[in-house]
């Protein structure tokens, strides 16, 4: 009788022989069009987050939205105001993407953008709520408690994808996000302008609403994809990391090559684990932080690489044109309809993110930072020298509009507006999805998701300035810089380009597995020449099979 609890324990759990490979070319299944689809799915959550950042742009120029605001005597929204509506999206997702972090390890990737959908939904509702006289205060609480669902999705979404797309192809499906995210800027562009000339308060409610169906889309489609097979591998259910990369990878549970490369996941975890062993919730949000910043393997340097590459993805200025384009462009009273030169930079936008889908794993993740910022940083000082010698700084007053201005120089405007658009080419087939696709490959197993968190948290700390100082940079009773702004978006453009050459390490055609032990022996310049020689399974001298213990469910 004594041995009846550990005979019932036996029975509950079994030890399975998982197959082996020391080649690295038979790593991973060929890819099938099961695999492109659920990661297509997945990136569909970068709409609600571009519509979410888009739609606000066009809303705050909205005679009705800003007399619903400040009052019915207003003429525009106060630059307190439009700093604070703004930017309060930014806030939440802050925290949102820190807390992720941490949810995704509890419950899992899926089930945690699911609660973001869900969050992301009341926040909606929230904003719904505003009445014509009052709308500030359910305006600022609904973008808040929309931006924690924001924060999720946007922290976790790429987290997922990284862990369960291909490698040849990851930098593609991963940029589709970002398509996704230029997408739904696009779609916020044209409802905003579809409605800037209704004179009831559906001319933002309606903008408002239609973020419902993103998250109930995504969220409701996740139910029926799996988890990530490395959550599971973390969490020690190999059984459930067996199936769920069966799925994934359109192959049966014993096919060789699920096997192979679950194999080289559970050698991974287990080499990544002795480094950086379990420990409290505090020590493992401070193992992100261990390590020399002089050393390129250690956590913390992939910490500060991550954080620092989200940062200069803000630092480029492309918020300022999406974010406060409308309001911007209006108050230089050189543009006649703002809102379609926005819509115009949306369709930018989205046309040349697709470039990336072949840039990305042609030239490298590494090619495609340096180029890009290189080419924005032209743009951008070209935009300001002509706009303080010929362009939008040079207007004279409208004589059939008291008040309004006109440009002294339509051509030279209509230059300013050809380099922004240049710019936003650049940016949405380089910078765009680049940060992105890197962050999600930087970080080893024990700290991926925190990592990302930490890096997403980041992009959306500095969104958060960003938006905040922008009014007071370039309203006309502030800062009123009009296009000297871009001297300072271009001189952060050159801080790009130099971080970028020095500090990105080329992650292309690489296992996730297989970035680790490249960024362990290769600096950033010598990246690109780095091939895998051997795989985990055959360095840990694991033999032929890996034997572990699974739970029977």
Not at 183 to 204: M, Q
């Amino acid at each position: 009788m004594s041995d009846a609890p550990e005979t019932n324990a036996e029975a509950r759990k079994h030890s399975i022989g998982i197959h082996t490979t020391q080649d690295v070319e038979h790593i991973e299944a060929p890819i099938t069009w099961k695999a492109y689809l659920m990661c297509a799915f997945a990136s569909f959550g970068g709409i609600f987050f571009g519509y979410d950042s888009g739609y606000i742009n066009g809303v705050n120029g909205s005679a009705i939205f800003y007399k619903a605001v400040e009052g019915a005597a207003a003429t525009k929204l106060t630059d307190p105001h439009s700093s604070l509506i703004t930017s309060i999206l930014s806030c939440g997702t802050f925290f949102g993407a820190l807390i992720a972090g941490d949810v995704s390890d509890w419950i899992g990737r899926k089930w945690t953008v699911i609660i973001g959908c869900f969050i992301y939904m009341i926040g909606v509702i929230v904003q719904m709520v505003t009445s014509p006289e009052h709308a500030l205060g359910p305006i600022v609480a609904g973008r808040l408690i929309a931006g924690l669902g924001v924060g999720f999705e946007s922290a976790i979404v790429i987290l997922y994808m990284s862990e369960i797309c291909p490698r040849k192809v990851r930098g593609a499906l991963v940029a589709g996000y970002q398509f996704c995210i230029t997408i739904g800027i696009l779609l916020a562009s044209c409802v905003v302008y579809g409605t800037k000339d209704f004179t009831n308060t559906g001319a933002y409610r309606i903008p408002i609403a239609i973020q419902f169906p993103w998250a109930l889309i995504l969220g409701g489609g996740l139910l029926f994809l799996p988890d990530s097979p490395r959550y599971f591998v973390k969490k020690g259910e190999i059984q459930k990391a067996i199936n769920s990369l069966s799925r994934v990878r359109g192959q049966p549970e014993d096919s060789e090559y699920v096997q192979n490369e679950l194999a080289e996941i559970i050698a991974n975890e287990e080499y990544e684990r002795a480094l950086i062993p379990n420990t409290t919730w505090f020590g493992s949000w401070a193992n992100c932080f261990k390590g020399s910043l002089w050393t390129g393997k250690s956590n913390l340097r992939r910490t500060i690489l991550g954080t620092s590459l989200q940062m200069m993805q803000q630092w480029t200025g492309v918020n300022f044109i999406f974010y406060y384009s409308t309001p911007f462009l209006q108050s230089t009273g050189a543009i006649s309809n703002s809102f379609l030169i926005s819509l115009i930079f949306s369709l930018v936008n989205v046309c040349s993110t697709p470039l990336s889908f072949w840039t990305v794993e042609r030239f490298g993740r590494r090619s495609i930072l340096i180029i890009g910022a290189g080419g924005m940083l032209i743009c951008q000082f070209l935009v300001a020298i002509i706009g303080v010698t010929v362009g939008f700084n040079k207007t004279h007053p409208d004589p059939s509009n008291p008040g309004s201005d006109l440009a002294d120089n339509i051509s030279a405007v209509n230059a300013q507006i050809a380099f922004i658009a240049i710019f936003i080419a650049f940016f949405a087939s380089t910078w765009g999805p680049g940060a992105w696709i890197v962050i999600g490959e930087i970080f080893p197993l024990p700290i991926r998701s925190r990592g990302v968190a930490l890096s997403t948290a980041s992009n959306w700390l500095w969104n958060t300035i960003i938006t905040v100082i922008t009014p007071y940079m370039v309203g006309t009773d502030k800062g009123n810089l009009k296009s000297s702004v871009f001297f300072i978006w271009g001189g952060l453009c050159t801080c790009a380009f130099v971080y970028s050459y020095f500090l990105i390490p080329e992650t292309k055609g690489l296992s996730l597995e297989q970035v680790d032990k490249m960024m362990e022996e290769t600096t950033p310049r010598t990246s690109a020449k780095w091939k895998p020689t051997t795989t985990f399974a055959a360095q840990m001298g694991t033999g032929e099979y890996i034997e572990k213990a699974v739970a029977e469910v």
